[in-house]
């Protein structure tokens, strides 16, 4: 074997001896990682406050009933940009980790909601999107 052959296959061992523990630790870390969830709804030009408080109310009470929610934020845009196309009620739910979050989707408490929602007659659209957070401060 020549002295490169022998030079590339010492540093593939030791890429592969300190690579393979570093991954399994940052995917380790990942599954560890709360997640959040951001859902931010459209209501009827109709829907009166009262009515969409209840859904909030709704929306509230599964931070309460699903395991693995660890908090729940909601609150009303307030961009002056103009670009959020009618959707004007935003919801945060922080989970454990994904693992959490991915239990909550099928939860029949989750469905349950979803059926009220889509039959409350003020729903209009959502839209939906999950990070991990990759900014420490």
């Known amino acids: 074997m020549s002295r490169l052959t022998i030079a590339a296959l010492c540093l593939a061992a030791l890429v592969t001896a300190v ?10 870390q990942g599954t560890a990682q709360r997640v ?6 459209k209501y009827t030009p109709e829907a009166t406050p009262a009515q969409i408080q209840g859904v909030t ?6 931070a309460t009933t699903i395991p693995g929610i660890t908090g729940f934020e909601d609150g ?4 002056p940009e103009g670009k959020n196309q009618g959707f004007t009620h935003v919801y945060l ?28 007659g003020i ?5 939906v999107v999950d990070y991990v957070s990759t900014t420490t401060r």
Request: hydrophobic content about 45%.
């Open 19 to 28: 690579a393979g523990p570093l991954v399994t630790h940052i995917q380790a």
């Open 93 to 120: 739910l922080t989970f454990e980790n994904a693992a959490a979050r991915d239990a909550y989707l099928p939860h029949p408490e989750h469905t349950k909601f979803g059926q009220v929602l889509r039959s409350s």
């Open 57 to 62: 109310n709704a929306f509230r009470k599964l």
């Open 36 to 41: 959040r969830h951001v859902v931010v709804f």
């Open 76 to 79: 009303v845009n307030n961009s």
């Open 123 to 127: 729903f209009v659209d959502a839209f």
